[in-house]
Structure formats: structure tokens, C-alpha cells
């Protein structure tokens, strides 16, 4: 079966700093990675995703994130935070030829959280 | 441009009532998507439909039934609810024939509290 883990269920930064969130995958198969963010009382808005092209990928407002097929790893990144940024991120895996019940998995959601 | 909306956004029933939580798309996406949110969970997936007529349980289906008799709406009923379907209810939709694979997009949630 596929699974996620997302490192760090709270990270905290100061503004202008660099953001890391780690997300670890496990797929028998050539998966689809994404990462959403939600905000506080929102639905979930997809961020990035990456689907077996270029292994760097770019995502809205800044953020990216690197597949790492060999350390199974898809961490999301930001040069430099900003307090807008403060919401909650999911890393998502998907992928063909599993079952239904686990054809796309989320995980469990880092908080980031923003210093002034 | 609606996008998905859910309703009603906010909804407090009684064990063993029968409840329904709408999911409306302005997109005519293919796929949709009925998820729950629970603190430590993340979000799992109830069921989902890849069309009108096909429907298909996903990691988390007893207690939960679908039909998506349009490609617009995808209703979810709990028969009879139970205390640990608490829990926020997030309708998705995706387009074209990557389903699963492609973008998710959200409706604002529907928060379900069952007394």
C-alpha cells in the first residue's frame, strides 16, 4: 500500500526565513506527489504537484519542492516566509494500481506557523 | 463562476438520524471526491466517483452512501449517524481522465457535529 508522512506536525519560523516541511513517501509504483495548503475555516488549495516531468517543481506564492526518488522524499520549501504563509500543509500521494481504498493518501498535516 | 460548494456548511444532528451533506460542481469534472477531516488524521478519503453512475469506496466507507445520479452533484448520506462521524466533510472534483491523479479542488467543508 502507499503511505505519507509528513515529519513535523508544527513548524514555527521568522518572517523572511527559509521554510522547510518534510514529506516522506512509500509507493511500489511511480506515484503522483502534491502538496495542498489550507488556511484557518478553508477548503484545501493545491500548492504544487509533481507527476514524473521535472523533478524540481514550482508552486504558487513562492513555495517548490524537490522529488527525491531515492531518499523517497518530496519537502516542500520557501526562501523566505511571510506571515501569510501561516496555514496548514498536506503532503499527498497518489498513484495507479493500488486498491481503492488507497489510491490517494494523505498526510497528516504540518502546522506552520510565522514570527513577526 | 461557483466553482463546488457544499451544504449546509454547518450541521448538528442526533445519533442515529439520517443526514445528507450536498456537493454541487460548476466544472462538469469528471471525478469527484468525499473526504473527511479529523485532528491527527489528516484528510481519508470516503468514497469517490469517477462519472455519473460510478461510484467506488475509498479507505474509510462504512456507515457512508453515495450516488452521483448527474455529474454535478455528488450527495454523501450517513444512514444513521454515530458520534465518531463528527467530523468536517470535504467534497473535491478533478477533470479529465487523470481522476485521482490530478488537481483536487475544494469545496469550503461542511462541519458535522452528531449529539
Known amino acids: 500500500a502507499q503511505s505519507v508522512t509528513q515529519l513535523d506536525s508544527h513548524v514555527s519560523v521568522s518572517e523572511g526565513t527559509p521554510v522547510l516541511l518534510r514529506c516522506n513517501y512509500s509507493?511500489?509504483?511511480?506515484?503522483?506527489l502534491f502538496w495542498y495548503v489550507q488556511h484557518p475555516n478553508k477548503g484545501l488549495q493545491l500548492l504544487l504537484k509533481?507527476?514524473?516531468?521535472?523533478?524540481l517543481v514550482k508552486g504558487i506564492n513562492g513555495f517548490e519542492a524537490e522529488f527525491k526518488k531515492s531518499e523517497t522524499s518530496f519537502h516542500l520549501t520557501k526562501p523566505s516566509a511571510h506571515m501569510s504563509d501561516a496555514a496548514e500543509y498536506f503532503c499527498?500521494?497518489?498513484?495507479?494500481?493500488?486498491?481503492?481504498?488507497?489510491?490517494?493518501?494523505f498526510g497528516s498535516g504540518t502546522r506552520l506557523s510565522i514570527r513577526p | 463562476d461557483a466553482g463546488i460548494t457544499q451544504s449546509p456548511r454547518y450541521k448538528i444532528t442526533e445519533t442515529g438520524r439520517q443526514v445528507t451533506l450536498m456537493c454541487h460542481q460548476t466544472?462538469?469534472?469528471?471525478?469527484m471526491f468525499w473526504y473527511r477531516q479529523d485532528l491527527g488524521h489528516g484528510l481519508r478519503l470516503i468514497y469517490y466517483?469517477?462519472?455519473?453512475?460510478?461510484?467506488d469506496k475509498g479507505e474509510v466507507p462504512d456507515g457512508y452512501v453515495v450516488s452521483r445520479s448527474k455529474t454535478e452533484n455528488f450527495p454523501l448520506t450517513l444512514e444513521s449517524a454515530t458520534r465518531s462521524q463528527t467530523s468536517v466533510y470535504f467534497c473535491?472534483?478533478?477533470?479529465?481522465?487523470?481522476?485521482?491523479?490530478?488537481?483536487?479542488?475544494f469545496g469550503p467543508g461542511t462541519r458535522l457535529l452528531v449529539l
Open positions: 473535491a472534483s478533478s477533470g479529465l481522465a487523470g481522476g485521482y491523479q490530478e488537481t483536487q479542488y
Open positions: 509507493s511500489s509504483y511511480s506515484p503522483s
Open positions: 509533481y507527476t514524473s516531468a521535472a523533478t
Open positions: 499527498v500521494v497518489s498513484g495507479m494500481g493500488y486498491s481503492s481504498a488507497s489510491k490517494i493518501i
Open positions: 466544472w462538469s469534472h469528471s471525478y
Open positions: 466517483s469517477a462519472a455519473a453512475d460510478i461510484t
